[in-house]
């Protein structure tokens, strides 16, 4: 056995995208410990709720994180919605469901490249972004964004999209198919991927449940914990919506969540389109939150589960607003995960559990 030493791992790295600061504990080529440092950039955004008026906020909450932006201000806004007794109308439910969906599959494509690049697939890592390109094209010529929207207010949604853009958006869709297939095929069933993902930072089903991990990460380890299942907002008229799951529990597996959710998301879409009904896309709010009124809201982030809470005071100013981000309920399944593993394998372990430690520090 060798001597233990400690390795100071971030916040800035060449390969992890992510400010993430770790100190491993090695011997020899081997982890042993992960220890988390978290606080590099902490921001303070949920104090803003005290000088920011709710519907201000909510431009503040989608700035929370680039990637998740959409599903913070949909999160926020249906979390205030509950707090006031606003019902929205089911156009805007669906619209907001489409955003999602798009935002999904924008976030899990991106990762896909990011994670390509983490195993020296270098031409894979392009062809993820080429596609992630024609995503943001869509959110483009429907929100007007490519990475903040700002399509969501509390009482439904700005915009509506007609039914020219929802025939960009079917065919983009369409066409991204055969090329995220071929994608996929080489995740999936190409052995240079595998050597790297195979039977590395497995988690058993059991330790996710005790760990209380979310999204991919858990439902690669048989874990079903996907709100969507619970049918919020538009996601209650799906015809059928089954959680994708794994029970290998490994980087593999991991990707492979991540892979097939993208299908998924892009039939959800079409389901959306092909029943959105006519009507109004926002309905008017007037008042404050009573004094004293709390709610809470969970969203299906790409990440996973995100808890929203709010608290009124009577004034347009909300006394508190408390997000818990998927990557902060990961993160002891992530030390886990490292725990016995080879130190070359660590960039690939964190990059699967996909951590984004600006929506975890706000």
């Keep these: 056995m060798g001597k233990a030493t400690v390795i100071p791992f971030g916040p800035q790295h060449p390969v992890l995208p992510e400010p993430l600061h770790l100190d491993l504990v090695v011997e020899d080529e081997k982890v042993i410990e992960?220890?988390?440092?978290?606080?590099?950039?902490?921001?303070?955004?949920?104090?803003?709720?005290?000088?920011r008026d709710y519907n201000q906020f909510i431009y503040v909450a989608e700035r929370i994180c680039g990637i998740c932006a959409f599903g913070h201000s949909l999160g926020y806004a249906e979390t205030v919605e509950r707090l006031m007794g606003v019902e929205i109308p089911k156009r805007a439910e669906y619209l907001r469901v489409i955003w999602h969906e798009l935002s999904r599959i924008h976030s899990h494509i991106l990762w896909m490249g990011l994670a390509a690049d983490a195993f020296g697939f270098e031409s894979l890592f392009m062809h993820c972004w080429r596609l992630r390109e024609r995503v943001l094209d869509v959110f483009e010529a429907t929100t007007g964004g490519r990475v903040i929207f700002s399509?969501?207010?509390?009482?439904?949604?700005?915009?509506?999209?007609?039914?020219?853009?929802?025939?960009?958006?079917?065919?983009?869709?369409?066409?991204?198919?055969d090329e995220y297939r071929q994608i996929c095929n080489a995740f999936l069933k190409d052995s240079s991927v595998k050597n790297r993902t195979v039977g590395v930072g497995y988690?058993?089903?059991?330790?996710?449940?005790?760990?209380?991990?979310?999204g991919p990460f858990a439902r690669a380890s048989n874990v079903n914990n996907d709100v969507r299942s619970i049918g919020?907002?538009?996601?209650?008229?799906?015809?059928?919506?089954?959680?994708?799951?794994?029970?290998?529990?490994?980087?593999?597996?991991?990707?492979?969540?991540?892979?097939?959710?993208?299908?998924?998301?892009?039939?959800?879409?079409?389901?959306?389109?092909?029943?959105?009904?006519?009507?109004?896309?926002d309905v008017p709010v007037k008042g404050s939150p009573a004094a004293g009124a709390e709610a809470a809201n969970v969203v299906?982030?790409?990440?996973?589960?995100?808890?929203?809470y709010a608290r009124g005071n009577g004034t347009?100013?909300?006394?508190?607003?408390?997000?818990?981000?998927?990557?902060?309920?990961?993160?002891?399944?992530?030390?886990?995960?490292?725990a016995?593993?080879?130190?070359?394998?660590?960039?690939?372990i964190v990059l699967t559990i996909d951590p984004c430690i600006s929506c975890t520090e706000r």
């Design 316 to 338: 347009k100013y909300l006394e508190r607003m408390r997000m818990r981000t998927p990557t902060s309920q990961n993160l002891a399944g992530m030390t886990t995960a490292l």
């Design 203 to 214: 988690i058993s089903e059991q330790d996710a449940v005790n760990l209380c991990m979310v």
């Design 34 to 51: 992960a220890i988390p440092q978290i606080g590099f950039i902490h921001r303070g955004l949920e104090k803003l709720v005290e000088t």
């Design 151 to 177: 399509v969501v207010k509390v009482g439904g949604v700005v915009r509506d999209i007609d039914p020219s853009q929802f025939e960009l958006m079917k065919s983009t869709l369409e066409g991204i198919k």
């Design 340 to 348: 016995g593993c080879d130190l070359a394998d660590v960039n690939m």
């Design 232 to 281: 919020n907002g538009g996601y209650g008229d799906l015809s059928d919506f089954q959680p994708i799951l794994d029970t290998q529990g490994d980087c593999y597996a991991r990707v492979k969540v991540r892979a097939l959710e993208v299908l998924q998301s892009i039939d959800i879409i079409e389901e959306m389109i092909a029943k959105i009904p006519a009507g109004d896309i």
């Design 300 to 308: 299906e982030q790409p990440r996973g589960e995100c808890y929203y």
